[in-house]
């Protein structure tokens, strides 16, 4: 598995040119840097890394215009202040129904 940059968007010139599956953000990433990147990548969804590198959630576009602005959150937010702490996880041999019960489960 490629390592993956936390910090997408101070790269060089052209993004897309570049794997969208290395993209990252750090949990103190701000919700403008996330928005960013997530637009440069033309992706919607980005990991989330925690200080030692490893993964701690995802941040998607919902989160950044439901959770975020429309809450009257700052564009200088920290990703940490929109995500939740509770992450919800299936195996990848988990059949379909397995995967819509976990997640219709309270968040």
Do not use: F
Request: charged share 30%; with cysteine.
């Amino acid at each position: 598995m490629s390592k993956c940059h936390p910090e997408p968007w101070r790269r060089h010139a052209s993004p897309r040119r570049d794997d969208p599956r290395r993209a990252c953000c750090a949990q103190q990433s701000r919700l403008r840097n996330a928005a960013e990147a997530l637009a440069a990548y033309d992706i919607s969804a980005l990991p989330v890394i925690g200080g030692i590198g490893q993964r701690i959630g995802v941040v998607i576009d919902r989160d950044i215009g439901v959770c975020g602005m429309v809450q009257g959150r700052s564009e200088e937010t920290n990703i940490s202040e929109i995500n939740s702490d509770h992450i919800g996880t299936v195996s990848t041999r988990a059949d379909l129904e397995t995967c819509c019960d976990r997640l219709e489960r309270p968040q």
